[in-house]
């Protein structure tokens, strides 16, 4: 069955390349990310990890742990790392699960048979600290996410979790916010002393609140 915003993200044991993972408590009281990739050796596989390795700054940055899958076994995973050191001029730094016996896929859909009956297509799923998936992404082998976005997203995510705004198009952050609509213009003065512009009743944008 497929897993929906506000779901807890199922819980699972894994073998990955840095030992058995036990997916919650692994993630104790951070964010996670859980993304799938195709297959090991291909590609764009191997500049998404690349790019993820590099990253790992940005999301430790954000209190989140990042953890990649594939229906791939832990040799061809460990093999294939080297390659995505080579060519990436990178260190992979977070664990890959070997899912081949499609154990986590299954549990979290990542095989969309009429796609790709076999592989998984490019997951992400995005889980906050009380283990409840916040953002899903579904792409296909051919097109390559931009994990930038995904930060981007998790910024978005963590600011709208403890704040009563939400972000607009493009937004990132240090930009405006928009203040969500269950709020009163008198709750909104008090909540936002920086103050806030009425565009429309339902439309008000208020400076970033935590910056
Ligand atoms: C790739 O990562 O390059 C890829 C993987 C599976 C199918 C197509 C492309």
Request: negative net charge; proline residues 6%.
């Amino acid at each position: 069955m497929a897993v929906r915003l506000g779901d807890i993200a199922p819980d699972f044991k894994a073998e990955t390349t840095e030992g058995e993972v036990s997916f919650h408590d692994w993630l104790g009281d951070k964010w996670g990310v859980l993304f799938s990739h195709p297959a090991d050796f291909t590609p764009v596989c191997t500049t998404e990890l690349g790019m993820v390795s590099k990253l790992k700054g940005e999301f430790d940055k954000r209190n989140t742990k990042v953890i990649g899958l594939s229906v791939d076994p832990l040799d061809s995973h460990k093999k294939w790392i080297n390659d995505i050191n080579e060519t990436q001029n990178t260190t992979v730094n977070f664990p890959m699960i070997a899912d081949d016996d499609k154990n986590v896929s299954t549990l979290y859909d990542m095989i969309h048979p009429n796609a790709n009956d076999k592989l998984t297509v490019r997951s992400v799923f995005i889980v906050g600290p009380d283990k409840k998936v916040k953002l899903t992404l579904t792409y296909p082998a051919s097109t390559g996410r931009d994990f930038n976005e995904i930060l981007r997203a998790i910024d978005s995510l963590q600011l709208t979790a403890k704040y009563s705004v939400a972000t607009p198009v493009n937004w990132k952050d240090g930009d405006d916010c928009i203040i969500i609509n269950s709020i009163s213009d008198e709750d909104a003065e008090k909540k936002f002393p920086k103050g806030f512009t009425k565009v429309k009743p339902y439309l008000r944008t208020t400076p970033q609140p935590n910056k």
